[in-house]
C-alpha cells in the first residue's frame, strides 16, 4: 500500500540588521535599479525549484528580526503580507511581491534567533502527526545572511523537528562565514541539543547561494533537494509507515 502525502513549504526571511540598511547600495536587501537585490534572486531561484513539489503552491511567508509598525516591536515570526490569520502567498511571483511590499514599512534590528521560526512550523508538523494517516510534510525554506544568535535555542529546536515531518533547507545569501550553518547540516556528524540529546535524523540543508549563482538552475536544484527524498523517507521509516508517493502537484 502506498501513503499519499502533501508537501507544504514555508518561507522565512532574514530581516535583521546584519544585512545593511535597505536605503544602502551595499545591503543584501537593497533593490537595484534592475528591481532585484541577493533576497529577490535566492527567493526566485529557489522557490522555483521548491514550489514544483509543493502541492497548493501557498506560502506562507514569515519574516524574523524587524521592528513592525505600529509599536516598533521586534518580532521573529511575521507574516510578511502583514496578515497573521493567512499568511499565504500564491507561488514564488506571490512571495516576491509581498516582500517587496514589506520591505518599506518595517525597520531591520535582531538579534537573528532562528528558534521562533523552527518552532511556528513544528506546531503544524506535530498537528499534522494527529492525523490517522501521515499525510503531510512540512519543509521550512530559511533565506538568511547567515549569522545566528540563539545557536543553542536553533539546536534544540531542530533535533525536536527531527521528530516530526518536517525538513529545513537553509539558504545563505552574502559573504558571510556560514560555520555556523554547517554545523546544523549534520552531514559529518549527529546533531546534539545543549541537553545532550542527538536529532533523530538529518533534517537541514545548507545552500551557499553565492556557489549557485552563475549556475545553471539543474545545479542549484541538485544541491536545494540533495537530501530531501532521503529526509522525507527517513522520517516514513522512523514512523513505521508504508512507502510513499507525493501527491502530484
Known amino acids: 500500500m502506498m501513503a499519499i ?17 535597505p536605503r544602502d547600495p551595499t545591503s543584501l536587501h537593497y533593490i537595484n535599479p534592475m528591481g532585484t537585490n541577493e533576497y529577490l534572486s535566492a527567493i526566485w531561484a529557489v522557490g522555483q525549484i521548491i514550489q514544483d513539489y509543493d502541492t497548493d503552491k501557498m506560502f506562507p511567508a514569515l519574516g524574523f528580526g524587524a521592528q ?36 518599506p514599512h518595517i525597520r531591520f534590528y535582531g538579534p537573528t534567533n532562528f528558534s521562533p521560526i523552527i518552532n511556528h512550523v513544528a506546531r503544524f508538523a506535530a ?23 540563539d545557536m543553542d535555542e536553533t ?37 546534539r541539543s545543549y541537553t545532550g540529546e542527538e536529532a533523530v535524523r538529518d533534517i537541514v540543508q545548507f545552500v551557499p547561494f553565492r556557489e549557485f549563482r552563475s549556475a545553471p538552475k539543474e545545479t542549484l536544484a541538485k544541491a536545494v533537494l540533495a537530501e530531501l527524498p532521503q529526509q522525507v523517507v527517513q522520517y516514513f521509516k522512523h514512523q513505521n509507515l508504508p512507502p510513499l508517493n507525493s501527491e502530484p502537484a
Open 127 to 149: 498537528q499534522a502527526t494527529q492525523q490517522e494517516s501521515a499525510s503531510q510534510y512540512f519543509i521550512l525554506l530559511i533565506i538568511t545572511d547567515g549569522v545566528i544568535s
Open 5 to 21: 502525502f502533501h508537501l507544504s513549504t514555508q518561507v522565512g526571511i532574514d530581516f535583521t540588521a546584519s544585512n545593511g540598511n
Open 155 to 191: 539546536r534544540h529546536a531542530v533535533v525536536q523537528a527531527s521528530k516530526l515531518p518536517m525538513s529545513i533547507i537553509i539558504v545563505g545569501v552574502g559573504n558571510a562565514d556560514f560555520a555556523a550553518m554547517e554545523f546544523l547540516d549534520g552531514d559529518n556528524r549527529t546533531l
Open 68 to 103: 513592525l509598525p505600529p509599536d516598533w516591536k521586534v518580532s521573529h515570526e511575521f507574516a510578511i503580507n502583514f496578515n497573521p490569520t493567512n499568511p499565504f502567498c500564491l507561488g514564488v511571483e506571490g512571495i516576491i511581491q509581498a516582500y517587496s511590499s514589506c520591505l
